[in-house]
């Protein structure tokens, strides 16, 4: 059986860092972000006895090594929840991005909750997002909170019933613009995460994480745009700060980085305009104003020397019509 399904990447706002799990990915705390739109992945999955073995497929790529193992975690605890006789054939999975990847802007959170998506229903499972988000983490945790899309909460626990995602009613989307700031310096998420608790700042984020979820929250539902990107802000600094503490130094931000940070800071300090900046683990910005500022917003990026775009806030994965199929 065939299904091809979309999903759209993440920009984390209270971002996870580190894994209690590295096969479930049970992460050490909650996290909440936002979907991204119009980027996305198209993935489309195949059970067939046509296939000689399990195939996948990225932006016409055959993956194996690590990635492949990424990939098969997820189609495996697909199968492991399905009664449906196919799933015992190979599958072929075939994925496209519209977007950089491995640059800091959640192509990973798009991917495997897209496949995770189309997985579900190809595998012939009854199932809800939030239990769908459950086989999107064992590829990424931050995909768990891309198949519910929008403005999304991963809650931290050692099974599937409580570690899983769901929605966080806000009318923010309306006003939202993200304009992005490509800095292309690829970057591995995966490392930073199996050494993060090994930083002697890990302990100190982990005390303080817990009352940024509640205020976060308690912003989006109150539709409180300083409030949630202020934290935003903050959060990814604490991040960072966990990241290059680590025992391999990570630095990911590039001196493009750097000056889009001083540029939205002067925005907002020397001219009043409602604007924040937001880094994943990478050196791309996000860069989150509202609409009544974005043009202007766009402009001073771009002058540092970047490439930019301007995206929305995306909703949940979807299946797609026949006529989507990528292959």
Same mark, same amino acid.
Not at 181 to 200: M, Q, W
Not at 255 to 271: D, G, M, Q, Y
């Given at each position: 059986?065939?299904?091809?399904?979309?999903?759209?990447?993440?920009?984390?706002?209270?971002?996870?860092?580190?894994?209690?799990?590295?096969?479930?990915?049970?992460?050490?705390?909650?996290?909440?972000?936002?979907?991204?739109?119009?980027?996305?992945?198209?993935?489309?999955?195949?059970?067939?006895?046509?296939?000689?073995? &399990?195939?996948? =497929?990225?932006?016409?790529?055959?993956?194996?090594?690590?990635?492949?193992?990424? =990939?098969?975690?997820?189609?495996?605890?697909?199968?492991?929840?399905?009664?449906?006789?196919?799933?015992?054939?190979?599958?072929?999975?075939?994925?496209?991005?519209?977007?950089?990847?491995?640059?800091?802007?959640?192509?990973?959170?798009?991917?495997?909750?897209?496949?995770?998506?189309?997985?579900? *229903?190809?595998?012939?499972?009854?199932?809800?997002?939030?239990?769908?988000?459950?086989?999107?983490?064992?590829?990424?945790?931050?995909?768990?909170?891309?198949?519910?899309?929008?403005?999304?909460?991963?809650?931290?626990?050692?099974?599937? *019933? &409580?570690?899983?995602?769901?929605?966080?009613?806000?009318?923010?989307?309306?006003?939202?613009?993200?304009?992005?700031?490509?800095?292309?310096?690829?970057?591995?998420? &995966?490392?930073?995460?199996? *050494?993060?608790?090994?930083?002697?700042?890990?302990?100190?984020?982990?005390?303080?994480?817990?009352?940024?979820?509640?205020?976060?929250?308690?912003?989006?539902?109150?539709?409180?745009?300083?409030?949630?990107?202020?934290?935003?802000?903050?959060?990814?600094?604490?991040?960072?700060?966990?990241?290059?503490?680590?025992?391999?130094? !990570?630095?990911? !931000?590039?001196?493009?980085?750097?000056?889009?940070?001083?540029?939205?800071?002067?925005?907002?300090?020397?001219?009043?305009?409602?604007?924040?900046?937001?880094?994943?683990?990478?050196?791309?910005?996000?860069?989150?104003?509202?609409?009544?500022?974005?043009?202007?917003? *766009?402009?001073?990026?771009?002058?540092?020397?970047?490439?930019?775009?301007?995206?929305?806030?995306?909703?949940?994965?979807?299946?797609?019509?026949?006529?989507?199929?990528?292959?």
């Amino acid at each position: 059986m065939k299904a091809t399904a979309m999903a759209h990447p993440i920009q984390g706002l209270v971002k996870y860092h580190g894994m209690r799990d590295d096969i479930e990915r049970l992460p050490y705390h909650d996290s909440i972000s936002v979907c991204t739109a119009p980027s996305h992945t198209r993935t489309t999955v195949e059970f067939s006895m046509d296939h000689d073995e &399990d195939t996948f =497929v990225v932006d016409g790529e055959e993956l194996d090594g690590r990635a492949y193992e990424r =990939v098969e975690a997820v189609v495996e605890k697909a199968r492991s929840k399905s009664d449906a006789a196919h799933t015992v054939y190979p599958v072929r999975l075939e994925s496209e991005n519209s977007f950089p990847t491995n640059v800091g802007l959640g192509s990973s959170s798009s991917g495997f909750a897209a496949a995770a998506m189309a997985l579900a *229903e190809a595998a012939e499972l009854d199932a809800s997002k939030g239990e769908i988000s459950t086989i999107a983490r064992v590829g990424s945790a931050s995909a768990a909170r891309a198949v519910t899309g929008a403005f999304s909460h991963l809650r931290t626990g050692m099974n599937d *019933e &409580d570690c899983r995602s769901e929605r966080i009613p806000s009318n923010l989307h309306e006003d939202l613009k993200i304009i992005v700031g490509l800095v292309p310096y690829h970057k591995d998420t &995966d490392d930073a995460h199996r *050494e993060a608790a090994d930083s002697h700042m890990f302990q100190a984020r982990n005390a303080h994480i817990h009352e940024q979820i509640a205020k976060m929250r308690d912003s989006l539902r109150n539709d409180d745009f300083e409030g949630v990107f202020e934290r935003a802000e903050h959060d990814s600094l604490s991040l960072a700060a966990t990241t290059m503490t680590g025992p391999s130094g !990570w630095v990911y !931000w590039q001196p493009a980085t750097l000056a889009i940070f001083n540029k939205v800071r002067e925005l907002r300090e020397e001219e009043d305009i409602p604007v924040y900046f937001s880094t994943d683990t990478g050196a791309s910005v996000y860069v989150n104003t509202t609409e009544e500022h974005a043009e202007e917003v *766009e402009e001073a990026v771009a002058d540092c020397g970047v490439s930019t775009t301007v995206w929305d806030v995306g909703g949940p994965a979807r299946l797609l019509d026949e006529d989507d199929h990528l292959f």
